[in-house]
């Protein structure tokens, strides 16, 4: 028990203390504030494998560096470690129902590579079954054209659903991705004989016989194998960076130079699939194969942000690439009206000075570059590189 005296020269020292200007001590925080994260985060936390996951999730719900602090760590990955060492995790030889099951841990890498090559073959058996019907009629032409081309889409559906292609984040994206990717291609295949077509005063339908870029067609049909080499040697260079960082700065400059690498890569190996392509079927000079080798790279681009969790983006620049082309063609019908012939100028005017290749060039690359900018903000998050999906990540991303 205190006495008197010690409880009055306690209060004698306190008010010499607040005379002397001395301020009190600041109250602490919790003893422990993580805790509260803990519960927050719980089911992010108990599912996990590793750490890395968890930092990822954090990240996607907006924990940075700066957030970590205040818990008392350095960055996201020591906040992951501590979470991811105390939180009791679920049986992992149970998958959650909500989960599809895993996948198989070896695959036949001959598989693999037999369906990124199957959409070519399909390609060039198409191209030499209309070339063996060259004098059958036109409704036999048009039945074996129509056939390789179904044939065609299942042969790039099944590629792209299996391998480094593969989408690992739930959710459909925007429906209307496919038909971007359908009008930009055939854009690229059918684009300029139309284009050409519209400004001579055509077309004399239905006599006029569309005439087809068939080495355009076969490059790109070819090029899904070397787009899923170089998706792979992106994922596993970002994964590589991911578990050598030490916090968000770090990682984003591991990562950033890796987007621009892998579309080196992959459009080195598109020219060269263009160039032999034009030698074995002709080509339209080297307008056309940069407009081909845009489009191959922005569906790339487009791909890689899909795989890894951004198919709004990915969409958004393949109807940005479209949306140029239609305006094209658009302006140049309406200038056929009476007074609004002005309006097809500028495509009159660039058509005339690089050939009609130039509007996909132009299109293509304005919006590889803008999802090219894109990736390189979004792409190096921990979020854009974890096993699983999270949620918000989309949403919250730039």
Do not use: K, N
Request: charge should be positive; hydrophobic fraction near 50%; aromatic fraction near 4%.
């Amino acid at each position: 028990m205190s006495t008197p005296e010690g409880a009055a020269t306690g209060a004698v020292a306190a008010a010499r203390d607040q005379r002397a200007g001395r301020a009190a001590p600041p109250r602490r925080g919790p003893a422990d504030p993580v805790r509260s994260l803990m519960h927050r985060h719980q089911e992010l936390c108990a599912r996990a494998v590793d750490a890395l996951e968890i930092a990822a999730g954090l990240e996607a719900h907006g924990v940075t560096d700066r957030t970590a602090a205040r818990f008392r760590h350095r960055d996201v990955f020591s906040l992951a470690e501590e979470l991811y060492a105390r939180v009791p995790r679920a049986d992992r030889d149970t998958a959650p129902a909500d989960r599809p099951p895993p996948a198989p841990a070896r695959r036949s890498r001959g598989v693999r590579a037999a369906l990124q090559l199957l959409p070519g073959a399909v390609c060039t058996a198409t191209v030499a079954a209309l070339a063996s019907a060259g004098t059958a009629p036109p409704a036999v032409r048009s039945a074996v054209g129509a056939a390789g081309a179904v044939l065609l889409a299942l042969a790039i559906r099944l590629a792209v659903r299996s391998g480094p292609l593969r989408r690992r984040h739930r959710g459909s994206g925007p429906r209307a991705t496919g038909l971007w990717i359908c009008w930009t291609a055939g854009y690229a295949v059918y684009g300029d004989w139309l284009l050409t077509q519209l400004l001579t005063g055509g077309p004399d339908l239905p006599h006029a016989a569309p005439r087809a870029a068939v080495g355009t067609a076969v490059a790109l049909a070819f090029a899904l194998a070397p787009a899923a080499g170089c998706a792979h040697w992106f994922a596993v260079r970002a994964r590589r960076a991911v578990a050598a960082s030490r916090g968000l700065e770090e990682l984003a400059a591991r990562v950033r130079p890796l987007l621009p690498a892998a579309t080196l890569l992959f459009l080195a190996a598109l020219v060269g699939l263009l160039l032999g392509a034009d030698a074995a079927f002709g080509g339209d000079g080297r307008t056309a194969l940069a407009a081909a080798a845009a489009l191959g790279v922005l569906l790339f681009l487009a791909r890689l942000l899909t795989v890894h969790g951004f198919p709004e983006a990915a969409a958004t620049g393949l109807a940005a690439a479209a949306a140029l082309e239609y305006l094209a063609l658009t302006l140049v019908l309406i200038a056929r009206l009476p007074g609004l012939h002005p309006l097809d100028a500028p495509v009159e005017a660039l058509a005339g000075a690089a050939g009609p290749a130039a509007v996909p060039a132009v299109a293509c690359t304005a919006a590889a570059l803008g999802l090219l900018g894109y990736g390189l903000r979004a792409l190096t998050g921990a979020c854009a590189h974890s096993p699983a999906p999270f949620g918000p990540a989309e949403g919250q991303r730039p």
